[in-house]
Nanobody, 119 residues
Framework: VQLVESGGGLVQPGGSLRLSCAAS????????MSWYRQAPGKERELVAG????????NYADSVKGRFTISRDNAKNTVYLQMNSLKPEDTAVYYC?????????????WGQGTQVTVSS
């Protein structure tokens, strides 16, 4: 399993970024995908998730109405469109998939992409 994030960078408050996560090594269309983030000194938190078919999404309260998660199963890619960015959105953003393994699940992570919101 390999997850490769891209699209991070430095953006001013109120700006937008679109993150991408290219997946390989598993049957992408079978699994829900998620985006997490981790700010300095804080625990990693769930930002958004999308079902395998892309028909149901969920968001952290802090990003509802500003972020949109989507996926393209033909391209094995999940996206996170981030609008109206705030300084508190500054974090490393990670792509995640959880795949059944035995009686449980194994979580896979990408290397992360840095998002910095600052003027």
């Amino acid at each position: 399993v390999q997850l490769v994030e891209s699209g991070g960078g430095l953006v001013q408050p109120g700006g937008s970024l679109r993150l991408s996560c290219a997946a390989s090594g598993f049957t992408f269309s079978r699994y829900a995908m998620s985006w997490y983030r981790q700010a300095p000194g804080k625990e990693r938190e769930l930002v958004a998730g999308v079902t395998s078919a892309g028909d149901i999404t969920n968001y952290a309260d802090s990003v509802k109405g500003r972020f949109t998660i989507s996926r393209d199963n033909a391209k094995n890619t999940v996206y996170l469109q981030m609008n109206s960015l705030k300084p508190e959105d500054t974090a490393v953003y990670y792509c995640n998939v959880q795949i059944p393994l035995g009686w449980g699940r194994r979580a896979y992570w990408g290397q992360g992409t840095q998002v910095t919101v600052s003027s």
